[in-house]
């Protein structure tokens, strides 16, 4: 079968006048000028819009690696930074101050999402405005059409765009993150989830909050930093404390050493001295710098060895008196 019996037959698609037919076989050379130019109308936009969309796609994938390096090194940077920490309360306020690696990769992490949704939203867009007007429609009066719809999508859906802006800015600021106890005002409580646009707490009885981002005035962390256990211990005012001293201070120096609770006081707790004496009683005051939300578990197990070592020693707790009268230490009716 030859060519020349091929372009014998009529082209259904080029005889509906859309395009100029295409001449015999051997006459391409006598093409008239308005064929040429339909075809090169035809193919000039066509490879237009492909090299458009290639790059598009071409410079998300390279946006895209580059964010993903960004985050890589973040995230290996905390990990350096935790095998170099050399002192335990530097460890555990690291730990504290979101600056161990897996908060630090949950925070880029979160960056990273964020950047990568907007470069493609950006890059696609310009994209849909380069075919656009490749095909010849008028963008100005798209444009402008469409500031007046964001204006007024703006104006309504003010609350969202509010909402997303503070996520952005409370994730950057690392203000906090999943595990902390924060007081977000209306509520005290442990944070589960953090999104751009809702902050999820759960209180100490059970109940789950959702609070918006943009809502949130204030925030009190819990978490970051360090906190103080503050250990007020009655005695009798008869009893020695030449005695009671150095016993309550082997006792801390015994509740630091032990690794159950090594990791959570920054440093041995300190005997302040006595405190205040009322009546029969003086009490004797102790701070213990521990980690964060450490305090009152703290406090507990220094009471609690206290008391376990004033009985051993034969100490005695200062007589309380009855509200209504009567004998010190008689039972009440």
């Known amino acids: ?9 009529p082209n259904p698609t080029l005889s509906t006048g859309l395009l ?3 001449p015999p076989l051997g006459k391409v050379g006598s093409m008239s000028s308005d064929a040429v130019t339909s075809w090169r109308w035809l193919i000039g936009p066509s490879l237009t819009i492909i090299g458009t969309l290639v790059g598009a796609m071409l410079l998300r994938w390279v946006l895209h690696r580059a964010i ?34 897996t908060r630090t990769a949950q925070r880029a992490g979160t960056m990273g999402a964020v950047l990568k949704s907007t470069s493609t939203f950006v890059i696609f867009t310009l994209a849909l405005l380069t075919v656009m007007s490749n095909f010849g429609l008028p963008l100005g009066p798209l444009l402008a059409s469409a500031g007046v719809v964001g204006v007024a999508l703006g104006f309504g859906a003010q609350s969202l765009v509010k909402d997303f802006l503070s996520g952005i800015f409370m994730i950057l ?62 005695v ?20 630091d050493e032990s690794e159950d609770w ?24 102790i701070f213990a710098k521990c980690a964060p939300n450490e305090n009152f578990s703290v406090q507990r197990e220094i009471r609690e060895r206290v008391k376990v070592a004033f009985d051993s020693a034969g100490i005695r707790a200062p007589l309380v008196m009855p509200p209504y009268g009567g004998a010190p230490g008689a039972p009440h009716a």
């Open 68 to 101: 993903d390096r960004v985050v890589d090194s973040a995230v290996t940077r905390a990990a350096s930074r935790e095998s170099q920490t050399p002192h335990r309360a530097s460890r555990v306020l690291a730990n504290a101050m979101g600056l161990d690696q």
């Open 20 to 22: 100029p037919p295409l």
């Open 1 to 9: 079968m030859s060519f020349a019996f091929l372009a014998s037959f």
């Open 236 to 255: 009798s005012y008869s009893e020695n404390l030449d005695v009671v001293l150095p016993l309550i201070s082997e006792v801390l120096r015994q509740i």
């Open 262 to 285: 090594n990791t959570r006081l920054l440093e041995e707790p300190v005997l302040a001295g006595v405190e205040s004496i009322a009546g029969s009683v003086v009490t004797i005051r």
């Open 173 to 234: 600021e690392d203000q906090y993150g999943v595990g902390d106890v924060i007081d977000a005002g209306e509520v005290i409580g442990t944070v589960e989830d953090v999104t751009l646009r809702v902050t999820r707490l759960r209180d100490v009885s059970g109940i789950v909050w959702y609070i918006r981002n943009g809502e949130i005035v204030r925030i009190g962390n819990r978490s970051q930093g360090w906190s103080t256990a503050v250990v007020d211990i009655p």
